[in-house]
């Protein structure tokens, strides 16, 4: 089904700064927005809110923006707005001081025309992306200063689907041609199906949905002082299964490996049902250290999850200083009366002696084992084990190795249990303690010295606190999954959704009906669940660019946590800065992409750069950085969206780094993302990241040079795709791009 594509230009676009006291005119050079040599714009966007209706696969649209006049004279306005070809436009008013204007709609061809000859006469390629549609066209006049000028318009479109997967999309990203950040945007989606709604999910924006029922949600994006760098774009499936599960691919390169993305989800009938029942270990530190105000957050954080125990759950407390002491020995039933004797326990807890961190976990480990043989032997079924591990210290007392204490809890964790590691203040053994839960397929989480205990045990309790599946295992019928990140997806819980992406070997060249296999526990026994999926070995789609990118940034994340936490390995380097290099990841570890005096086709100088900062990783192991580390290579390897942000200053804010944030800034001036594609600065050169092993003067002869704005120049556009024409709309005076157009590689200056 063909994509439908929409576009909205905004009124910095077109409206220039006015020479007359009556009229807005066209300077023959106008540069893009952020540019010191570009003249004040007239015009600041106040407002976007998008309203969305989506009923049977059909949206309806209504869009409210608020347009001020800033230059301080009284002006006519010339308002394009880029629209699909096949949107029907039933409604359409552009409100100036209480009075409603009508606008005249063109047809693809004569909006294509329009459009060319606005970049040929103001030298600004800004309007490239949006060759091919149609649009609408408003005057306006007068427009009075300081006055704001509210546009309204209505349509209706046809959301494409491709297989069980259904597309919403609206187009924030045209407001990055603004000279300033839109005050406040507020899109809004109801989404109403014949089928329970699951797996509703953003590649580009963080959502939030809320569910009214079944087949009724709302999905909310909002922001102030917005620059969008990416669109709106919600995927979403209707299901009636208890478990539903959705399966994008993108191909780039015809015959060769792609890359895909699964989508799990519980129904929302599950909370309705008991959930699985499980295991809960809590091991807590009552070392001298922890006196005070840890000890006693600390006894906080038990007595919650003690409480929030379903009665179907089992659990012990172990505590622990330089000898280890459990409540009852074993894992017990989560009666009234046990969890009383629990929270009387633990109210006793007091601070005093060394931290024995191997005997303790061994402790656990060996309880967990005991129990699960007893559970054995009365034919209970198995369930999900979890153990949440307290410290505050490194280990002083007993064993002090640091790969002794991994290494033994590795061959005593015989029952697989998930490991919760919670550090508590700056004097805590980082690596130990991710080594330890990253074994032990669980995550680590820090407590600052102001921050509370509670707070940070209570949360990730209540994420997992009703396991809906526990120990899923996937595959693909007829096809090989591989570098799946993550590669254990663990349990699904109540409310949760799983995202996971790889690569997928190409089998066929066109679309073939398979089946997605899950296995795992569920409702108490062993069960398998299968999905007819389709995977189109030909779809080189661009909307699904993003699973290639983000497989790339959460693959780059979980290789430099391996060499944090095992030290430096050569492959691994090479890995992480041939796909740093290719995608434009940007870490404290891959920095040479901002650096514009390093020469990218240096493969040699760049290898050595990451491996001298990987080896500082991996010896860091205390203090607040090497938390902060922690903290961002873990959201990089969860993360939902690719790529980065870009601020009203045009920073780019890149997932991973040593802040409070984990994000890391880069200055616009060295990197720039246009559309799905990363942009490197080398001198006078914007070098495609694909391009990036070129060397500018060695492989000159590669390169075919074209005048920018010259007859071959826009010949060469109407021979390239909208994608392609995209990447020189970012393209800036003065500067030189290289590209790839049309299966060549190009200089464009």
Known sequence: MKRVKLALLALQLL???????????????????????????????ESRFVDMQVRNQVASVSVTETLLNTCGRVVEAEYYLPIPADASVDQLTLTVNGREMSGEILSANDARRYYEDIVRRRRDPALLEYAGLGCIRVSAFPLEPNKPATLTFHYNMLCPREGDIVELQFPLATARHSSAPVKEVRVTAEIEGQAELMNIYSPTVEIKTTY???????????????????????????????????????????????YYMMLVSPARNASTQAPLAKDILLVLDR????????????RDAARFVINNLNSEDRFDIITYNDAVESTFGTLTSATLANRDMALSDVSRV????GTNIHDALETAMDILSQSNRQASLDNATSRPTYVFFMTDGLPTVGITDEQRIIDD?????????????????YDVNVRLLDNLSNDQNGKSAYVKPDEDIEVKVSSLYSKIKNPVMSGLQVDLVDFRLRDRQPSDIGDLFEGDQIVQVGRIS??????????????????????????????????????????EKLWAQRRVAFLLNEVRLKGNIEELVDEITELA???????????????????????????????????????ETAGAAPQEESAAMQNMIMAKQPGFKVDASGELHVRGGRDTEAHYLVREES?????????????????LSSLAHLDMEKDAGQLTHIKRFSDDYFELLTNSSAEENALLSGQREGEKFVVTLCGQNYIIE
């Not at 007091?350 to 002696?353: D, L």
């Open 15 to 45: 409206c220039l700064t006015a020479f007359a006291q009556v009229s807005i005119t066209t300077p023959d050079f106008y540069p893009p927005a952020n540019s010191s040599l570009r003249p004040p714009t007239p015009w600041a966007v």
């Open 212 to 258: 009214r029922g079944d087949k009724n949600a709302l999905v909310t994006f909002t922001s102030r002082d917005f620059y969008p760098s990416a669109d709106f774009v919600v995927y979403y499936r209707e299901d009636n299964t208890e478990l539903g599960a959705s399966f994008l691919t993108y191909f780039p390169e015809r015959g060769k490996d792609g």
């Open 287 to 298: 070392s001298g250290s922890m006196a005070g105000e840890k000890i006693a957050q600390a």
């Open 350 to 353: 007091e601070s005093g002696g």
């Open 409 to 425: 809890t590795r061959r005593a964790n015989d029952l697989q249990a998930r490991l919760f590691c919670f550090g508590v203040g």
């Open 506 to 547: 190409n089998e066929v060249s066109g679309i073939m009906q398979t089946d997605l296999v899950i296995t795992g526990l569920y409702q108490g026994r062993e069960q398998t669940f299968a999905y007819p999926v389709e995977v189109n070995g030909s779809n080189h789609r661009s909307s699904y660019k993003f699973i």
């Open 581 to 619: 290099t290719r995608y434009g990841i940007v870490t404290p570890y891959t920095s040479y992409l901002a650096d514009e005096n390093q020469r990218l086709s240096d493969v040699g100088s760049i290898r050595r750069d990451v491996a001298r900062k990987s080896t500082a990783l991996h010896e």
């Open 671 to 687: 990197i720039r993302m246009i559309g799905n594609e990363i942009f490197y600065r080398r001198g006078d050169y914007w070098i």
